[in-house]
């Protein structure tokens, strides 16, 4: 399995960005995926989750701001984020797990496979 991640690049805060996780490899639709961010001089933060069968789950600072999908007929996973404010400046990373169940959602930076990530920067 590979990971690439697109989309990051500068905005101003109040703006909005659509991050993409391309993944190479077989069975897409059976791994659960993520995104993780790490900001300048912290440990990598868990962002959001999509499962096997489209659920979802969000870090609570970014509920309600930033939404995570996928598109199973091209292996991709998409991070829209809107309302981005300086905070939200990080690395930010996709990454797989296999999982046989279709509901398991990850919660944490704990990821089988990861991209190398994209940046986001927001600022004025």
């Known amino acids: 399995v590979q990971l690439v991640e697109f989309g990051g690049t500068w905005v101003q805060p109040g703006g909005w960005l659509r991050l993409s996780c391309a993944f190479a490899?077989?069975?897409?639709?059976?791994?659960?995926m993520s995104w993780i961010r790490q900001a300048p001089g912290k440990g990598r933060e868990f962002v959001a989750s999509?499962?096997?069968?489209?659920?979802?789950y969000y870090l609570d600072s970014v509920k309600g701001r930033f939404t995570v999908s996928r598109d199973y007929d091209n292996n991709i996973m998409f991070l829209q984020m809107n309302s981005l404010n300086p905070e939200d400046t990080a690395l930010y990373y996709c990454?797989?797990?296999?999982?046989?169940?279709?509901?398991?959602?990850?919660?944490?930076?704990?990821?089988?496979?990861w991209g190398k990530g994209t940046q986001v920067t927001v600022s004025s």
């Open positions: 490899g077989e069975k897409f639709d059976m791994y659960a």
């Open positions: 999509i499962s096997r069968n489209g659920g979802t």
């Open positions: 990454g797989a797990r296999f999982s046989l169940p279709i509901d398991y959602l990850p919660r944490t930076a704990d990821m089988e496979y």
